[in-house]
């Protein structure tokens, strides 16, 4: 399970599912560290990567914007702004 992965990666390409999760399911259990509010589990899947990413890896992630401004994403983008040298961020104004 991904929550239990002690292996580190150079890089780590996703597009998570996006997916609201209870707070007391399991995956919000296991990353209780970065939730706030409604977790989503696309946030946690974010988190996660970070976690398991070498230093000096690369860390791409398509996503919705939510978690730029959100108020459930807190704790989630305090965690990546400390933990990320992010060069770029690429937001698109419609899902067109």
Same mark, same amino acid.
């Given at each position: 399970?991904l929550?239990?992965?002690?292996?580190l990666?150079?890089?780590?390409i996703?597009?998570?599912?996006?997916?609201?999760?209870?707070k007391?399911?399991?995956?919000a =259990?296991?990353m $209780?560290?970065?939730?706030?509010g409604?977790?989503n @589990?696309?946030g946690?899947?974010?988190a %996660?990567?970070?976690e #398991?990413l070498?230093?000096n890896?690369?860390?791409?992630?398509?996503?919705p914007?939510?978690? =730029?401004?959100? $108020?459930?994403?807190?704790?989630?983008?305090?965690f @990546?702004?400390?933990?990320?040298?992010? %060069?770029?961020i690429? #937001?698109?104004?419609s899902r067109d």
């Amino acid at each position: 399970m991904l929550w239990e992965s002690s292996c580190l990666y150079d890089i780590v390409i996703c597009n998570p599912p996006y997916m609201k999760v209870r707070k007391d399911s399991i995956e919000a =259990t296991a990353m $209780k560290a970065y939730v706030y509010g409604q977790p989503n @589990l696309y946030g946690l899947f974010m988190a %996660k990567a970070v976690e #398991l990413l070498r230093d000096n890896g690369q860390y791409v992630f398509i996503t919705p914007r939510s978690w =730029t401004s959100g $108020k459930y994403f807190t704790k989630v983008r305090s965690f @990546l702004q400390k933990e990320l040298n992010i %060069k770029e961020i690429d #937001l698109f104004s419609s899902r067109d």
